[in-house]
T-cell receptor
Framework: GAVVSQHPSRVICKSGTSVKIECRSLDFQATTMFWYRQFPKQSLMLMATSNEGSKATYEQGVEKDKFLINHASLTLSTLTVTSAHPEDSSFYIC?????????????FGPGTRLTVT | AQKITQTQPGMFVQEKEAVTLDCTYDTSDPSYGLFWYKQPSSGEMIFLIYQGSYDQQNATEGRYSLNFQKARKSANLVISASQLGDSAMYFCAMRVNSSYKLIFGSGTRLLVRP
């Protein structure tokens, strides 16, 4: 299957700072990328959908000014958590899909564990 | 509203036996897709199996099969011949329409006993 990477895999930052997480499709063009958040022992919750070259679509209740998403190229989407607080500590996972893949195919990155102290 | 329900927070199964993980869904859209993912402790999401709403036959992938009962709106995952490496969280998910975004259930933690 196709490969999606995330960087960093783990990050610790201080409260009030911003942190950027990268999601890359390594062997296919990702026209659409999704960002999910998973709190401990909970399910994945979709935060936003980003399409290459356009603004991200955020799910209800997700602050777009706090979670900045940029999908500037067909292989890279970034999620920036601005002014992070301890309650933003979570596991962030991206997924990607693109043309050439079957309609159901969507590939997940390995996730980024964010800890805000 | 679309919703996925997994009612089994945790399950045990003896190695080499089969186990069924339950999943029910709710949608009014006639076109949808159902997925099962495995999430080991490392956190990665591993795709297991997919069933489209218009598929006539139940999906199978190796030791995984999906028991799709459309009238009951259920999409249970059957794992045959369980292995110790099957111990993980399992999530049922649904895609509605052509949006491609997934709605996940709360998950079932499966523990395979030797």
């Amino acid at each position: 299957g196709a490969v999606v990477s995330q960087h960093p895999s783990r990050v610790i930052c201080k409260s009030g700072t911003s942190v950027k997480i990268e999601c890359r499709s390594l062997d296919f063009q990702a026209t659409t990328m999704f960002w999910y958040r998973q709190f401990p022992k909970q399910s994945l919750m979709l935060m936003a959908t980003s399409n290459e070259g356009s603004k991200a679509t955020y799910e209800q209740g997700v602050e777009k000014d706090k979670f900045l998403i940029n999908h500037a190229s067909l292989t890279l989407s970034t999620l920036t958590v601005t002014s992070a607080h301890p309650e933003d500590s979570s596991f962030y996972i991206c997924s990607a899909r693109g043309p050439g893949l079957a309609g159901y195919e969507q590939y997940f990155g390995p996730g980024t564990r964010l800890t805000v102290t | 509203a679309q919703k996925i329900t997994q009612t089994q927070p945790g399950m045990f199964v003896q190695e080499k036996e089969a186990v069924t993980l339950d999943c029910t869904y709710d949608t009014s859209d006639p076109s949808y897709g159902l997925f099962w993912y495995k999430q080991p402790s490392s956190g990665e999401m591993i795709f297991l199996i997919y069933q489209g709403s218009y598929d006539q036959q139940n999906a199978t992938e190796g030791r995984y099969s999906l028991n799709f009962q459309k009238a009951r709106k259920s999409a249970n995952l059957v794992i045959s011949a369980s292995q110790l490496g099957d111990s993980a969280m399992y999530f049922c998910a649904m895609r509605v329409n052509s949006s491609y975004k997934l709605i996940f259930g709360s998950g079932t933690r499966l523990l395979v006993r030797p």
